[in-house]
């Protein structure tokens, strides 16, 4: 049997050059925990009462997982919760891991993974992971892994999952005709005005592209649209001109009279294209401009023979129907220290809130 260690570092500059590399070489995988969107998380994100841990599972001397984790702080705590390196931005969470991974052992990596969590945040109230996507091997171990140091385990829905998956890529002709006929009889009349009214272009930058150019499009874009002021236009910045350069992301803007009108950002998650950014400009609001862009993105992706699935990331918003027809969940879960103070108090208020939910039912 191997021997398997788990060690805590504070600093992503910390972790060992092979470790580093796992990372970055994940980012293939998913670019939401590669080493890059790491590294800018943990310099421009973090909170003043949070602090980065990321550990490192070994076997024989070799890392097999990376769990990227922020410890929280509380003004009368030592550590109040132990939780996923992820915010608002990332759409999939997930230990990092390398291509030899499948053929670990994950009930031992989960037992050692666990074993650390426990004994180095005895005080933590919480460990939380989330968003997760799919069910593993080794979260179902981790789940039984804390229940049986006794902590109370919990799974919870994070948020609803769109997307269209496909055995082999179809062609976009053939995607467009499963979509509903309002989607494709907008597209159709919203094409032939805006030709006929301006002078219009989709351009979608990659890796030979200017990259830029192009962020900067979007951040115009992004800055005269509908949407909130983007809290960490930096961080965006840096991740996505790594993601674009390394053939892992898309830029597309569709300019109006070389005006930019809408923007999008896609992500390539393993054989998945994700859209992990959007928005228009309301003055184009006619032409239905962010449409006309999704689907320039999506014929795009459909050219590529890898493509197997169109993915709308997160949330639940009604359109995303209109463009793919599987809806799924990312979910989380949460382990409660019971022998925390704090612990005690979350499971009973816990307890109160799925009696309250079964009264009601």
């Known amino acids: 049997m191997a021997s398997m260690n788990a060690t805590g570092f504070a600093r992503y500059a910390d972790l060992p050059p092979a470790v580093r590399e796992m990372a970055e070489n994940f980012g293939a995988t998913n670019p939401f925990m590669c080493g890059t ?118 799974r919870f829905g994070k948020t609803a999952n769109w997307h269209e998956p496909f055995t082999a890529a179809p062609s976009y002709d053939a995607y467009l005709a499963q979509r509903p006929g309002q989607l494709r009889s907008t597209l159709k009349r919203k094409s032939r005005l805006l030709e006929r009214e301006t002078q219009a272009r989709i351009d979608i930058t990659g890796p030979a592209g200017d990259l830029d150019t192009a962020l900067a499009d979007f951040e115009r874009v992004y800055a005269d649209s509908w949407k909130p002021e983007e809290s960490h236009p930096e961080f965006i910045r840096a991740v996505m001109k790594h993601l674009i350069a390394a053939d892992r992301a898309r830029a597309g803007i569709l300019y109006v009279d070389e005006e930019p009108a809408a923007a999008q950002i896609w992500l390539r998650i393993g054989d998945h294209w994700g859209v992990f950014k959007l928005s228009y400009r309301p003055r184009f609001a006619k032409y239905s401009v962010g449409s006309l862009l999704t689907a320039a993105m999506i014929e795009e992706f459909l050219r590529m023979p890898d493509t197997r699935c169109i993915d709308f990331l997160s949330g639940d918003d009604a359109y995303k129907a209109d463009w793919v027809s599987v809806k799924g969940e990312h979910w989380g879960f949460e382990c409660i220290n019971t022998r925390s103070p704090w612990g005690k108090l979350l499971s009973w208020k816990r307890r109160l809130s799925n009696t309250s939910a079964s009264n009601t039912s």
């Not at 890392?63 to 759409?91: C, D, G, Q």
């Not at 991974?101 to 650390?116: K, M, R, S, V, W």
């Open 37 to 154: 969107w790491l590294r800018e998380f943990e310099a421009r994100l973090l909170k003043p009462n949070e602090q980065a841990c990321y550990v490192v599972v070994a076997a024989d001397e070799r890392p097999r997982l990376i769990l990227p984790l922020i410890i929280e702080t509380h003004r009368w705590l030592r550590v109040a919760k132990v939780r996923s390196m992820a915010n608002f931005y990332t759409n999939i969470y997930a230990p990092v891991t390398n291509a030899g991974f499948e053929a670990d052992d994950p009930a031992a990596i989960a037992q050692t993974l666990t074993d650390y969590l426990v004994d180095s945040f005895p005080r933590a109230a919480l460990i939380e992971l989330s968003p997760l996507r799919g069910e593993t091997r080794l979260y179902a171990a981790m789940i039984d892994a804390f229940a049986a140091h006794g902590y109370a385990t919990r």
